[in-house]
């Protein structure tokens, strides 16, 4: 009973905090001002080949455009995740109670979430890159996971997903580099996941108090799994191309890029530090994250 009384005390409190705290991107980003192709669509550090050798050969126009279309790849990856997202809530609700503050948090959550999809896909436009989408078997192992996954696997997944984006956004979003418009998408995002990222660990340690140790070391593997396709998926492959590379190098090159795999580290180390104090860094799931490069 003590567990249900904190996560409503939890759900009024992000329901306070959303009524007072929320954006309107159609109205809070400017979506007007044409397109300064002088500034980064992300920090020059966050990019895949930052610090290669093919970095350092390129001109500081292709940098940036190269940013740009990393920018609007992790952008189209989120909106990928935010619809998986928002079926896993909408089935963990679907037959409870509607007056109770964790549903309507729910509810607000989503409603977020159908925002953010939005505003996302609007930057990606803006940022002139085209609708970039997860590899086939990305997409497929995405349609299973939704399908199959509960409780403290559906809100943990959650929880890795919008982790790794936090921190990235947060560096960008303060990046005077960074074109205006990106900067306040992310800050808007940033924001507003602040409070799913609060949920969905209470939520998380709500499911597992009741979670048998056969059940909680699958969802221990599932939830590595997942977020091992969500982080090898956030860079689609045609960045490059699109960006005016040789994508063959550019590949070879980024998949053996210490610099950005030290990033993703630094990115996830409070997020694995909860994982762990909640019993969901098995063995088998620390493979994942280490081929995830995020331990």
């Known amino acids: 009973m003590g567990n249900t009384t904190s996560g409503d005390d939890v759900a009024r409190r992000l329901l306070d905090s959303s009524a007072q705290l929320s ?3 159609l109205t809070e980003v400017d979506w007007d001002t044409p397109l300064d192709t002088d500034f980064h669509g992300a920090s020059p550090e966050w990019s895949t080949l930052y610090g290669t050798a093919y970095w350092n050969e390129l001109t500081d126009a292709q940098r940036k455009e190269l940013t740009r279309q990393e920018a609007a790849s992790v952008a189209s990856t989120g909106i990928w995740f935010e619809m998986i997202l928002q079926q896993l809530v909408l089935r963990d609700i679907y037959a409870k109670d509607p007056t ?12 977020d979430e159908c925002r953010h999809s939005i505003m996302f896909a609007r930057g990606a436009k803006k940022l002139r890159a085209p609708a970039y989408r997860p590899h086939r078997i990305a997409l497929e192992l995405g349609r299973f996971f939704k399908t199959v996954a509960f409780g403290e ?10 982790e790794v984006l936090d921190v990235m956004q947060r560096d960008w979003m303060r990046d005077e ?9 992310n800050n808007i995002h940033v924001v507003e996941e602040s409070r799913h990222m609060r949920f969905a660990r209470e939520e998380t340690r709500r499911h597992l108090a009741r979670a ?3 059940r ?3 969802h221990a593997l599932l ?6 396709v969500i982080v090898t998926s ?7 191309a699109n960006a005016g590379l040789d994508e063959a190098r550019a590949l070879r090159e980024a998949k053996a890029n210490e610099h950005h795999k030290s990033m993703l580290r630094a990115s996830c180390s409070g997020l694995m530090e909860f994982l762990d104090s909640v019993g969901l860094l098995t063995g088998p799931a620390l493979r994942f994250y280490r081929r995830a490069h995020l331990v």
């Open 223 to 228: 939830i590595a799994v997942a977020a091992y």
């Open 153 to 162: 696997a559906a809100y943990a997944a959650i929880l890795v997903a919008e």
């Open 100 to 111: 109770d503050d964790a549903v309507q948090w729910a509810l607000t959550e989503i409603a």
């Open 212 to 214: 048998g140790r056969v």
């Open 234 to 240: 956030m860079v689609n492959r045609k960045v490059y």
């Open 177 to 185: 580099r960074v074109v205006p418009f990106v900067r306040t998408i």
């Open 23 to 25: 954006y309107d991107p």
């Open 216 to 218: 909680r070391r699958a």
